[in-house]
């Protein structure tokens, strides 16, 4: 089972762009799907990308286009590339890595804020 650390959230403007990381320790990286959720101040928690141990992709609806989810296996760490990022994209982004039959692992989240 992986350990997940985000990072790279902050505070930007509407139409700006964020790079969030998500740092994984522990064995399994590689066999690993990951994918990122976020979670907005009173909502659900939502799926936003992810990523397989092959390299396939899928996005929600409302990032595509405009969000990009790519991995690094020699760096144990998958990215979240965002543009034109709007307010209602403020959320708590949370990395998530799923390798069954393990339980999965959920990082502590990152901050994102857009607003001018």
């Known amino acids: 089972q992986v350990q997940l650390v985000e990072s790279g959230g902050g505070l930007v403007q509407p139409g700006g762009s964020l790079r969030l990381s998500c740092a994984a320790s522990?064995?399994?990286?590689?066999?690993?799907?990951m994918a990122w959720y976020r979670q907005a101040p009173g909502k659900q928690r939502e799926f936003v990308a992810t990523?397989?141990?092959?390299?396939?992709?899928t996005y929600a609806d409302s990032m595509k286009g405009r969000f990009s989810i790519f991995r690094d296996n020699d760096k144990n760490t998958v990215y979240l590339r965002m543009n034109s990022l709007k307010p209602e994209d403020t959320a708590v982004y949370y990395c998530?890595?799923?390798?069954?039959?393990?339980?999965?692992?959920w990082g502590q989240g990152t901050q994102v804020t857009v607003s001018s």
């Open positions: 522990g064995s399994g990286f590689r066999s690993s799907d």
């Open positions: 998530n890595a799923r390798s069954p039959p393990l339980p999965e692992s």
């Open positions: 990523i397989s141990r092959y390299g396939m992709t």
